[in-house]
């Protein structure tokens, strides 16, 4: 398919594929090193390891895709991005993932409510009967902007794909 698209298309898909695999690698490095720094294991604990190793191997995934432009890659790409969009706590369950930067606004909703902000890299927060009664929601500002991005990438391969009569990425 690379063949097909222009310069500016290719090399978009380029960045957008090491910015993946940049935050899914950091990600799996710091999980990696907190299995290692974790002295008792129980099933649970397992199980979430291996959940959060899986989130970010899928941002690895999604970024290799894109850098050898796969037919899916953007499709991969925008639901690594929509994970990765709210992060919420709840009474007894807190999650919240990033794979590269994150910048999140939101509200926590206590007996007053405040306003919340934060920025990180690479992140993953899995917590079960945490007995917190707060309720926060945030939104990952810059998941959404690369989300609105793989949006425009997507229409702009669809039309130089259109333009040799070839099937449009997201059809594969």
Sequence with gaps: MEKWLSK?????????????????????????WAIFQTPVFNITLIIIYIFILALFGYSIFCGISCIQTKRNALKHSLLNQVLQVLSFALPGFTFSYTAGVSVFAGLVMTDS?????????????????????????????VAVLLILWINKLNKTVKEELTRWDLPAIDNA
């Design 8 to 32: 500016e298309t290719i090399s978009a898909l380029l960045k957008l594929g090491v910015y993946q695999i940049a935050g899914g690698a950091i990600g799996a490095l710091m999980i990696l």
């Design 113 to 141: 409510l405040e306003f919340n902000f934060s920025a990180g890299i690479s992140s993953v927060t899995v917590n079960t009967m945490t007995g917190e009664d707060t309720l926060k929601l945030s939104v990952n500002i």
